[in-house]
């Protein structure tokens, strides 16, 4: 079996972050969104919160009406959400957990506890065209319960294995990352496309692109962050060299 490409996603959430700390409309999202795209991101991902903490409504229609690659609207299993969504038609939507109290999203969706209420949100999305992916915990079961929730497309919660090397815990890294590398061989196997993300920088995004299973990493955080000092253009071109580093690597 041919290793598929490795798209890069570019989550443009906390320009919007900034913008919101001071009011106002710069820097803009947008701006933001098409740099990156002119850098070589394949697609742009943004998240509607409930509380709208960084993009907002209109961010949403102008990335949609003003972007020339993929639009990935990440969002909450809600009707409100889903209304957006259908009245935006972005190219996909990843249905992902979401809690008022907490910084950013700490894991993935209950597929299996909460399998009832996905589906409908699921069959709507796709029967408006719009591609549905699941953001899920990097578990075999988690897997196998996306495929029976209909979702084509799965995205691993790859933070537990970030944290664990951030704070220098080999053993539960090399762990974390077993599950991931195993979640993502049976989403191939299922034939489900394999996405990942969540707390990923150069080396690990290297790391990663090393798996055929995965054909997309959706980054954000780091890459705003690394922009601060080096721009947004060089953030996503060294990010997109670290990536095809790490796909080149498989025999």
Do not use: Y
């Amino acid at each position: 079996m041919s290793v598929p490409a490795l798209r890069l996603g570019v989550n443009i959430d906390h320009v919007a972050t900034v913008r919101n700390a001071r009011g106002g409309a710069l820097p803009d999202p947008v701006r933001a969104a098409v740099l990156a795209i002119e850098a070589g991101a394949d697609g742009i991902t943004a998240h509607l919160r409930e509380d709208r903490r960084h993009i907002r409504d209109d961010d949403m229609a102008r990335l949609r009406a003003e972007i020339l690659k993929p639009l990935n609207f990440e969002m909450a299993a809600t009707e409100q959400m889903l209304d957006i969504a259908l009245r935006i038609k972005p190219h996909a939507a990843c249905l992902v957990p979401e809690k008022r109290t907490e910084r950013t999203t700490e894991g993935g969706l209950d597929v299996i506890g909460g399998r009832s209420h996905l589906v409908p949100f699921a069959d709507q999305l796709k029967r408006a065209g719009i591609r549905v992916s699941l953001f899920i915990e990097p578990s075999l079961e988690a897997v196998e319960a996306a495929r029976s929730i209909g979702a084509p497309v799965v995205e691993l919660h790859t933070g537990a294995w970030c944290h664990a090397l951030a704070e220098g815990e080999r053993a539960r890294a090399g762990m974390e990352f077993q599950r991931i590398r195993a979640a993502a061989a049976l989403a191939r196997e299922l034939g489900l496309e394999c996405h990942a993300g969540h707390g990923l920088d150069f080396a690990t995004a290297r790391e990663i692109a090393a798996l055929p299973g995965v054909v997309e990493l959706n980054i954000g955080h780091f890459l705003i962050g690394e922009a601060i000092f080096t721009g947004l253009g060089p953030a996503v071109r060294m990010m997109r060299q670290a990536m095809d580093e790490g796909r080149s690597s498989i025999p």
